[in-house]
């Protein structure tokens, strides 16, 4: 007889935990080059495992499981088993197809990045049962990412950074000096203080078209956004912020507010402004 079954309080704490859906994230990072016959296959994962060679494009893939964690291990599934099935089954799938595409000299474009991740997907359908894989993200460079739910590969998630600089103050007429300065702390300083604000907008596209124009889509966060809040003081210099306090929180309400609807065909997401790299905020509308 096990510890477990002889401990009714084992017992009971194993349920609970079999009870618990965890998200559990691996990110990999791999490096393609079209152009040579083989690749230098690296032993460094941390960087890039294929590693890559000259001028190479380099790509991270985030896989992400959900499940339970096992009672007796209290892991989801060992991170160097994701690790080695997403290079087994799901960066050959990359490397082959984008190698194809770029020696005929074709565009890579959303809905052919699409089908890799739908084709990835099912690679590693199977492959960390009880656990399954929710979601892959694709990181096209370091302010772009493409992520698909394995539940849902019609849609493309498209996700793009932007920065803007700012000074604001944290303050409500309606309590005392002391009272705002025990809720807000220095963010209540009466000059205002300055933030390099990052704003994360994400989309929602169907995989297989009408797509994104980033283009377009960078145009109408510049207009709609970032030409309103870059470079200036939000409590006085944007109305809205004179009745709202100009909270990371309200920032990104604030955002949705600016772009909601005017993506179309495609759909406002998310909304995600870091103030600092510890504060961030996101909203979903
Ligand atoms: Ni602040």
Redo the contacts with the bound molecule.
């Keep these: 007889m096990s510890d477990a079954q002889a401990n009714p309080e084992i017992m009971n704490r194993k349920s609970e935990i079999e009870n618990l859906r965890v998200r559990l994230g691996r990110r990999v990072r791999f490096s393609i080059n079209p152009f040579l016959e083989a690749e230098n296959s690296g032993c460094n994962s941390y960087t890039s495992r294929p590693a890559g060679e000259g001028l190479s494009l380099f790509l991270e893939l985030d896989v992400e499981l959900v499940g339970s964690a096992a009672p007796q291990t209290g892991l989801l599934v060992n991170v160097s088993d994701i690790d080695r099935a997403v290079r087994r089954h799901a960066v050959p799938v990359f490397t082959e197809r984008v190698r194809d595409y770029l020696r005929r000299g074709e565009h890579i474009g959303f809905d052919r990045i699409a089908a890799i991740l739908r084709r990835a997907g099912e690679h590693l359908e199977d492959t960390f049962r009880p656990a399954r894989v929710d979601r892959l993200t694709l990181k096209l460079n370091p302010f772009r990412k493409l992520a698909m739910d394995t539940k849902e590969p019609g849609m493309l998630y498209f996700s793009e950074k932007f920065e803007f600089a700012a000074t ?3 303050w409500n007429d309606e309590f005392s000096e002391p009272q705002n300065r025990k809720i807000f702390g ?2 209540a300083n009466p000059t205002g ?3 390099n604000y990052l704003v994360e907008v994400t989309v929602r596209t169907p995989a297989a078209g009408p797509h994104l124009e980033v283009g377009r889509f960078e145009q109408v966060v510049d207009e709609h956004l970032m030409q309103v809040v870059d470079h200036k003081n939000l409590n006085l210099d944007v109305p809205v912020f004179r009745t709202r306090i100009p ?2 929180e309200n920032i990104a309400v604030f955002a949705w507010e600016r772009l909601a609807g005017r993506f179309d065909p495609v759909q406002l997401h998310c909304i995600t402004v870091w ?1 600092s790299d510890r504060t961030y905020c996101s909203y979903h509308g």
């Design positions: 604001h103050k944290l220095k963010c203080h300055g933030h909270t990371v103030e």
